[in-house]
């Protein structure tokens, strides 16, 4: 597959490894509603973020959504989006690889950009994501005023989706809701006991027709018909006859109208509708609408240029999660995805990095809590609740020599482990010696006398004693220690591995 060369790439591609794995500090003077909440606002670099939820996330979330700077070459208050072409592929390549490796298997990713950058962005996305994932190029009208300044008056962002498995993402994918122009189509004038319907013709292009769709068709008038010229019949005879006793073919009130297939109302709120590629302002907003409605909602702080109105996240979370899944911006801005995911009830991490996750976001999604009703608060009835943690990055796991950080506890080492072993999320925070179990292999981390043991080292230490305490398992052991006192005869027999922690616990 051709891929994008720019200055220092290899350098770039390879930038998420050099990351370190840092601790997360929780700060409740910026938290507010439900202490037990799972959603997260974290204010920090992204890229050390992303890769320090990995241990916890990874292949968990099933919708992200991101509005990365588009490099347009102006100043915006509250970004430099003046980015060189190829710092802005650097920028981008690490981050895409960590949200891929943070994606469920039928989870899908969502990035708006504009011309500037789009067509770049699709050749490293299908690098990092595989090209047969790619599902769709969204065009969204994010104005309708006409602007008469430029050549041409660019009223449009494209919104780029991939899967981490297509296949698995189409068929988990949500359809839309029947609009009310749509439902105002359905009718009942035979009085069907079935309820409303619509009519949709009953005849096709006859380019590929078999002969058994070319026949006189009797109306209920006793008129005989044939299909228009270049059409022929959608069913064949013996089909449409039995499709007459079923009642499901209208002929007009008089029976005397060419045959027209009756869609009921049910049956297609069940299916829904297959979303287009063209997104018209009209349905889900645009820039100018969510500046106002930040305008009303935070009106004592500056606006973004460009917010993305809730409508517009509306759609997305829709279509890509169910209710209770996890959504993720790592690009959270003012706070939009997290405040629509937090009312249409997904769980959400948001992650933003300057002064505005304090100015903007914590404001906006106490007021989300509270019960505000701007953006889509009325089409999904919100009145308020719910909650969020509030963390900043704070120190690596690791120093650079590898050794451990006394600040880190047993949890995070415990995921961080689970991870580098299993490149999985450790789903079990008990407090507990044994991790899991993977692949039949179970996986145990003595550390911070998590045996009982007070002392310093106490049961960090792997002993005959420590090992008859901690929990059976009858296949192979891997099991993370300060010091081990059994020799590697005794271990072979046990089916124990050691690893001496901290070094072969891996820092990045």
């Known amino acids: 597959m051709p891929i994008l060369d720019w200055l220092d790439?290899?350098?770039?591609?390879?930038?998420?490894?050099?990351?370190?794995?840092?601790?997360?500090?929780?700060?409740?003077?910026?938290?507010?509603?439900?202490?037990?909440?799972?959603?997260?606002?974290?204010?920090?670099?992204?890229?050390?973020?992303?890769?320090?939820?990995?241990?916890?996330?990874?292949?968990?979330?099933?919708?992200?959504?991101?509005?990365?700077?588009?490099?347009?070459?102006?100043?915006?208050?509250?970004?430099?989006?003046?980015?060189?072409?190829?710092?802005?592929?650097?920028?981008?390549?690490?981050?895409?690889?960590?949200?891929?490796?943070?994606?469920?298997?039928?989870?899908?990713?969502?990035?708006?950009i504009d011309d500037n950058e789009a067509h770049y962005l699709k050749v490293i996305m299908d690098e990092v994501l595989g090209r047969s994932n790619f599902v769709a190029n969204m065009v969204w009208e994010k104005r309708t005023?006409?602007?008469?300044?430029?050549?041409?008056?660019?009223?449009?962002?494209?919104?780029?989706?991939?899967?981490?498995?297509?296949?698995?993402?189409?068929?988990?994918?949500?359809?839309?809701?029947?609009?009310?122009?749509?439902?105002?189509?359905?009718?009942?004038?035979?009085?069907?006991?079935?309820?409303?319907?619509?009519?949709?013709?009953?005849?096709?292009?006859?380019?590929?027709?078999?002969?058994?769709?070319?026949?006189?068709?009797?109306?209920?008038?006793?008129?005989?018909?044939?299909?228009?010229?270049?059409?022929?019949?959608?069913y064949t005879k013996e089909r449409v006859e039995q499709e007459i006793a079923a009642g499901n073919i209208w002929f007009g009130a008089d029976g005397d109208n060419a045959p027209r297939i009756k869609k009921f109302l049910g049956v297609s709120e069940e299916k829904g509708l297959t979303p287009e590629t063209i997104w018209l302002a009209a349905e889900v907003g645009t820039n100018d609408d969510a500046k106002k409605g930040l305008l009303q909602l935070l009106p004592n702080v500056p606006v973004f240029d460009n917010p993305k109105p809730e409508g517009l996240l509306q759609r997305v979370i829709h279509i890509a999660s169910d209710p209770g899944d996890l959504v993720r911006d790592s690009f959270l801005g003012s706070g939009t995805t997290a405040a629509v995911a937090h009312k249409m009830g997904r769980r959400y991490i948001g992650i933003e990095m300057g002064d505005h996750a304090v100015t903007h976001c914590v404001p906006r999604l106490k007021k989300v809590i509270e019960g505000e009703q701007g953006g889509i608060s009325a089409a999904v009835s919100w009145k308020g609740g719910g909650g969020f943690r509030f963390y900043k990055l704070g120190a690596p796991a690791f120093d650079a020599e590898g050794r451990i950080n006394p600040q880190i506890r047993f949890a995070h080492l415990a995921a961080h482990i689970w991870f580098s072993e299993t490149h999985t999320a450790l789903n079990k925070r008990?407090?507990?010696?044994?991790?899991?179990?993977?692949?039949?292999?179970?996986?145990?981390?003595?550390?911070?006398?998590?045996?009982?043991?007070?002392?310093?080292?106490?049961?960090?230490?792997?002993?005959?004693?420590?090992?008859?305490?901690?929990?059976?398992?009858?296949?192979?052991?891997?099991?993370?220690?300060?010091?081990?006192?059994?020799d590697r005869a005794r271990l072979k027999d046990l089916g124990v591995i050691f690893k001496q922690t901290p070094y072969d616990v891996k820092a990045r």
């Open 9 to 112: 790439r290899a350098k770039h591609t390879k930038a998420a490894e050099a990351v370190p794995y840092c601790l997360l500090e929780a700060e409740e003077a910026q938290s507010a509603g439900d202490p037990e909440t799972s959603n997260m606002l974290i204010q920090g670099d992204n890229l050390v973020a992303l890769k320090s939820l990995l241990p916890y996330y990874a292949g968990r979330v099933k919708s992200i959504f991101i509005d990365p700077p588009y490099n347009t070459h102006s100043a915006f208050e509250h970004y430099d989006d003046n980015l060189e072409h190829s710092q802005w592929l650097a920028m981008m390549f690490p981050r895409l690889l960590l949200l891929r490796d943070l994606l469920a298997e039928d989870g899908s990713i969502w990035v708006t």
């Open 145 to 234: 005023s006409r602007e008469n300044r430029r050549v041409f008056s660019f009223n449009h962002d494209h919104l780029l989706v991939y899967g981490k498995s297509k296949p698995e993402f189409e068929r988990v994918r949500n359809p839309l809701r029947l609009s009310d122009e749509i439902l105002a189509r359905y009718k009942n004038p035979d009085n069907d006991p079935r309820g409303s319907w619509q009519s949709v013709s009953a005849n096709a292009q006859a380019g590929h027709a078999t002969a058994s769709q070319f026949y006189k068709l009797k109306l209920p008038s006793g008129r005989e018909i044939d299909p228009p010229k270049g059409r022929c019949w959608l």
């Open 430 to 486: 008990s407090r507990s010696p044994l991790l899991g179990v993977h692949n039949d292999v179970a996986y145990y981390l003595l550390y911070n006398g998590i045996l009982g043991d007070k002392r310093i080292d106490g049961g960090n230490v792997l002993t005959r004693k420590v090992l008859a305490e901690l929990p059976r398992h009858q296949g192979q052991k891997i099991i993370y220690g300060e010091a081990c006192r059994l």
